[in-house]
C-alpha cells in the first residue's frame, strides 16, 4: 500500500465525489479514510509497538464508522454499494 500522495488524494475524491474539488462529499471522505486506514494497518504489521500510530488508528476508524452511519441513514442502497466498493466488512 503507497502512502496517500496528492496525485492520489485528488483521484480518489474524484472517483467517489464525481469532482476533484469536492473534498467534503461523505463518501470521499470514507474513501480516503479507508486508503489511510490500510497504510496505517500495513505499517503496524511491521511497527507493533508504535502506539501513536495504533491511536491514530483507532481515532480514524471512528470517523469512518461515524460518517458510514450518516450515508446509511440517508442512503442505505448508496450506503451498501460504497461498503463494497472499497471492500469494508459490515
Known sequence: MEKLTAEKKSEIIAEYSGDAKNTGH???????????????????????K???????????????????KYIANKDIVHYRELIKQLGIRK
Open 26 to 48: 461523505a463518501e470521499a471522505q470514507v474513501a480516503l479514510f479507508t486508503h489511510r486506514i490500510k497504510h496505517l494497518t500495513e505499517h503496524l504489521k511491521v511497527n507493533k
Open 50 to 68: 508504535d502506539f501513536s500510530t495504533e491511536l491514530t488508528l483507532v481515532k480514524l476508524v471512528g470517523k469512518r464508522r461515524s460518517l458510514l
